[in-house]
């Protein structure tokens, strides 16, 4: 079975363009899946509105087609919404079975933000943006809850985002313009940022990368959100 670092959400995975796309279209409302399709590039699939039905199997007729997958059958599993929620359901449909959160499901189950489905050897994530009654499934082998967040540590977070709030292509900001806009030291702000590269798994990444997949990541996952911005 995959680990979690294999989900198409794990913040190590993912370039700064691609968590820029899934902000876009966290930006837009609407819930979507995040996969990788068999070139490795990230996929989004929108759940529009209008939508309420959507197949997921390896022949190019389905809505999420996984054609490179020789593990997925060729209509392997379907999402359906139902009133504001969507659910998943395999119910026979697929040879090798679907797995939600690294359990096989039987029957329907109601998709939570951050649940993670693996049918054959793709995993597809579901997000809901600012969902305020929808909290992630724990899947196996996930990284711990993160601790809560102090008021200065979130006050950091948010000044290191604020330069997203105008521009996708935005560099986050730096120590200083952090210590100014606070009444921080430089070396508060510098100790409060290697608090939050561990909690939010980004201390193995190169220097260069740290600041801008931490501020990609607190957006991505809610715990800045635009308003805070």
């Given at each position: 079975?995959?680990?979690?670092?294999?989900?198409?959400?794990?913040?190590?995975?993912?370039?700064?363009?691609?968590?820029?796309?899934?902000?876009?279209?966290?930006?837009?409302?609407?819930?979507?899946?995040?996969?990788?399709?068999?070139?490795?590039?990230?996929?989004?699939?929108?759940?529009?509105?209008?939508?309420?039905?959507?197949?997921?199997?390896?022949?190019?007729?389905?809505?999420?087609?996984l054609e490179w997958d020789t593990?997925?059958?060729?209509?392997?599993?379907?999402?359906?919404?139902?009133?504001?929620?969507?659910?998943?359901?395999?119910?026979?449909?697929?040879?090798?079975?679907?797995?939600?959160?690294?359990?096989?499901?039987?029957?329907?189950?109601?998709?939570?933000?951050?649940?993670?489905?693996?049918?054959?050897?793709?995993?597809?994530?579901?997000?809901?943006?600012?969902?305020?009654?929808?909290?992630?499934?724990?899947?196996?082998?996930?990284?711990?809850?993160?601790?809560?967040?102090?008021?200065?540590?979130?006050?950091?977070?948010?000044?290191?985002?604020?330069?997203?709030?105008?521009?996708?292509?935005?560099?986050?900001?730096?120590?200083?313009?952090?210590?100014?806009?606070?009444y921080l030291s430089v070396d508060?702000?510098?100790?409060?940022?290697?608090?939050?590269?561990?909690?939010?798994?980004?201390?193995?990444?190169?220097?260069?990368?740290?600041?801008?997949?931490?501020?990609?990541?607190?957006?991505?996952?809610?715990?800045?959100?635009?308003?805070?911005?």
């Amino acid at each position: 079975m995959s680990g979690a670092d294999d989900s198409p959400l794990a913040a190590h995975a993912a370039t700064p363009a691609e968590l820029r796309e899934r902000i876009e279209a966290e930006r837009a409302g609407a819930p979507f899946l995040v996969l990788r399709g068999g070139d490795g590039d990230q996929r989004l699939f929108v759940l529009e509105p209008a939508v309420t039905r959507v197949t997921i199997g390896r022949s190019a007729g389905n809505d999420v087609s996984l054609e490179w997958d020789t593990e997925v059958s060729r209509l392997h599993a379907e999402l359906e919404c139902l009133g504001d929620e969507w659910t998943v359901a395999d119910d026979g449909l697929s040879r090798n079975g679907s797995f939600l959160n690294g359990q096989r499901i039987s029957g329907r189950h109601r998709l939570r933000d951050g649940d993670v489905l693996r049918v054959g050897r793709t995993q597809i994530a579901y997000r809901v943006p600012e969902s305020p009654d929808s909290s992630p499934t724990a899947a196996a082998g996930s990284r711990p809850a993160m601790p809560s967040l102090s008021e200065t540590q979130r006050s950091v977070l948010a000044a290191l985002c604020r330069p997203y709030k105008d521009a996708e292509l935005a560099t986050p900001a730096t120590n200083q313009q952090i210590a100014d806009e606070l009444y921080l030291s430089v070396d508060a702000v510098k100790a409060h940022l290697r608090t939050l590269f561990g909690y939010f798994g980004v201390a193995h990444l190169a220097q260069n990368q740290k600041r801008s997949y931490l501020a990609m990541r607190a957006l991505q996952d809610g715990v800045v959100s635009r308003r805070d911005l």
